[in-house]
């Protein structure tokens, strides 16, 4: 519970979409809840990752991060398996993981949360690749494919001007050079030992949580605390097929769905991967579910196993 006066740090990625706009009303609304804040605006993840190791280490119960998904996923790199607890203000375009732990939108509410809510252990899912050192954390999606290329054509002044409707307003055009992915999916799913499937497809999503590209949901019943990754594709090579498979995902009925704690993707040549926003080159990538891995502060009340 909160006590008035408490101190906390905000840290404020002044490159996310409202971070530079919002970062004096992000320390008042944090201010207005109760709190004394200590802001410290970053332009580089090196000075994020700086800020949050001292945080941990002094021992902080929680830690206020503004950004979008890509900030926060960065963050959750740096505080999973420790006892400081991720707070959000939801700073991006599509702000998918604070909709998936039931964080309001408004900086108002958000700043509530964060000095009122409660703490909630969530999962974070973890992808390896070879051109990067070790895991690296993800806690909405990683998706290869049609929107992958679509968040390649994306610029951040187009992001900042038109929000969530940058997506189509980018991917028609997108959808005309689009070309379908092969690529082989190893599970370990319900039955013993891994299968593989040979896939044709124009979109492969691993979902960790709920909500994917903002309001989008993953999967019904999908959540942040249920400890698989749900696998979905799109389409089987025609064009056509990608847009029933679309038609069927917001029906609830996706192309394809599989549940997973550890997936591997392999792909004949390198392809663009979207995780949770940011772009990586890959070829083969590795990703597993670390259950219960990353404290965050939610509102009081949510059980992330239902919303």
Known sequence: MNTR??????????????????????????????????????????????????????????????????????????????????????????????????????LVGAAQVAAWGQTAAVDVGLLRDVSLPGERAFLNSVALGLSAEIARSLTPRLKRRLGLLAWPAVGLGTLRRHRALDLDLTTGT?????????????????????????????????????????????????????????????????????????VTVRLPGRAWASIDGELLAVTRLDLRVQPGALQVRVPRGFDAGEV
């Open 190 to 262: 319900w039955t013993p030992g891994r299968e593989t499937l040979r896939l044709r497809t124009h979109q492969l999503l691993i979902a960790n949580g709920r909500y994917v590209a903002g309001p989008l949901r993953a999967a019904p019943d999908a959540s942040v605390a249920d400890h698989r990754l749900d696998v979905l594709a799109f389409g089987q090579g025609r064009l056509i097929s990608l847009l029933r498979a679309g038609l069927g995902w917001t029906a609830g009925r996706p192309a394809l769905r599989l549940s997973a704690r550890e």
């Open 5 to 106: 006066g408490e101190e906390a740090t905000l840290l404020v990625n002044l490159r996310a979409r409202l971070g530079r706009e919002r970062l004096v009303p992000a320390r008042q609304a944090l201010a207005a809840a109760g709190l004394r804040v200590q802001a410290v605006a970053v332009t580089t993840p090196r000075e994020a990752e700086a800020l949050l190791r001292r945080e941990v280490e002094r021992g902080a119960p929680y830690v206020v991060v503004g950004g979008g998904d890509g900030t926060l996923s960065h963050a959750a790199n740096l505080l999973r398996g420790t006892a400081t607890a991720l707070g959000v203000l939801p700073l991006g375009t599509g702000n998918t993981f604070a909709r998936s732990v039931g964080v309001p939108l408004d």
